[in-house]
């Protein structure tokens, strides 16, 4: 391949941050050149043809203008090319205070972080329960840099907070929290992805960047996260980083490639999360329900096979399905007999007769009732007089609540999807899958309300009603 050379400068290029971009400074004496020109100059061939197609000229501040991502590729570029350069601002801004572990991490956690160090960017995929904070502490002693973790939920803010200080031998204080009110920076700090895509300027300032649940991170609004930050060392953390959307593959331009995973069971058979069994239990309709289920499906049914409709997967549902009802009186009914079918399946009465049971036999034990449908976590609470958290229990009752439950003053709890992850759920011996959705990410997050290390085996049940759509749901979450 030929290779364009940079004319002989008397200055070398400077690369600084403006504004919200990467400012690429030429010497003048090549400020005069076209935009494609400079940049074959600069960069020559080594640049990726997706990056320079995205660089601007800035005529009034002499400079190209790129995203802040690329300055990884932008360095290596320039230095493929023999062309001088220098940067303006401190990449690795290191911290003004030590740090020391405050306890021996496991073998995994050590493979985890040694996996991560070797390309310094990265995601790291473990199971709820396996201590992936602690690896995220692991992460900023071992790299001794200004760091910024973003989470998803105003709750993590003081949750990471009090781990990270744990995890780091620091007091409380010496790390600083962004979101929900909260707006002090400091050399160790917490962000939730709404402040963050709020503020970017923010993240010019730190040299680790740390997403928890990252698998949030490619949605429209928060991949401006990513793409702001000039940061190059990247961790990202998650369970399930999947994607219905597919999206999760963008987390390697984002955050760089999976680096490291272990799955539960993995981490079972060592020891390190307790032996779990999962045991499906068969629920069956009475005899009128299962009339209107199959009604509701045929129904249902009926309108694909006429418009031809193929579901793949649920963005196809909204597009094809939920679009489609807001102006068509025949998709609108579908939809409706498609709602009618799930809620009669998921919602079986003969499974409150399940959960007696199972609450009887378990009365002794830690138990957490999860469901897809709010009103049916307020029918467990009240039908079993148990306490309750859903989306719109208040924050300081739910404190509560997990608190008591956390001491064993209150032994059973039920809750919706408000708990599947960002909130740091005390750990139990059982528990209940009343319903849920098809993702893998719901199912592998509620397993891992169980499965931090403890005497005898855990115990995760599901309540799938047989003859019914949930059959499929339940397979392919698992």
Known sequence: ???????????????????????????????????????????????????????????????????????????????????????????????????????????????????????????????????????????????????????????????????????????????????????????????????????????????????????????????????????????????????SDMAHVELEELIGPEVYRRSPAELTEGRFLAQYQEKVIDIALAAEDQERYAEQRRLYRSFLQRRRIVIRNPEDFQQKIIYMSARDPEAREAMLAWREARNIAMNAPAKYTEIERLLHEHSSDQVILFSEYNYVVDEISRRFCIPSITYKTPTEERRLILERFRSGEYTKLATGRVLNEGVDVPDCRVAIIVSGNSTKREYIQRLGRILRPKVGQALLYELVTGGTTEEQMAKRRR
């Open 1 to 243: 391949m030929h290779q364009i050379k940079a004319p002989a400068m008397g200055a070398p290029t400077v690369i600084n941050q403006r504004g919200r971009d990467l400012a690429i400074i030429p010497p003048p004496e090549m400020v005069a050149m076209g935009r494609q020109e400079l940049i074959a100059a600069l960069f020559g061939p080594y640049l990726p043809l997706e990056i320079t197609q995205g660089i601007e000229w800035d005529k009034r501040g002499q400079c190209l203008r790129s995203l802040p991502m690329h300055l990884i590729s932008v360095k290596l570029a320039l230095q493929q090319q023999h062309t001088p350069f220098r940067i303006a601002f401190d990449e690795r801004p290191a911290l003004p205070f030590k740090t020391t572990l405050a306890m021996e991490a496991r073998p995994y956690q050590q493979d985890a972080l040694k996996a991560w160090l070797a390309q310094q960017r990265g995601v790291v995929v473990l199971p709820t329960g396996a201590g992936k904070t602690f690896v995220a502490a692991m992460a900023i002693h071992a790299t001794g840099l200004w760091t910024l973790a973003v989470v998803p939920t105003i709750d993590l803010l003081q949750q990471w907070r009090a781990a990270l200080a744990a995890a780091l031998s620091l007091p409380a204080k010496e790390i600083g929290m962004f979101g929900g009110g909260e707006k002090e920076l400091k050399p160790i700090t917490i962000i939730t992805y709404d402040s963050a895509a709020l503020y970017p300027r923010e993240l010019r300032q730190f040299g680790l960047l740390i997403f928890d649940e990252c698998h949030h991170l490619p949605a429209p609004t928060y991949r401006l996260i990513a793409e702001s930050a000039f940061t190059p060392l990247r961790l990202g953390l998650s369970a399930t980083p999947e994607r």
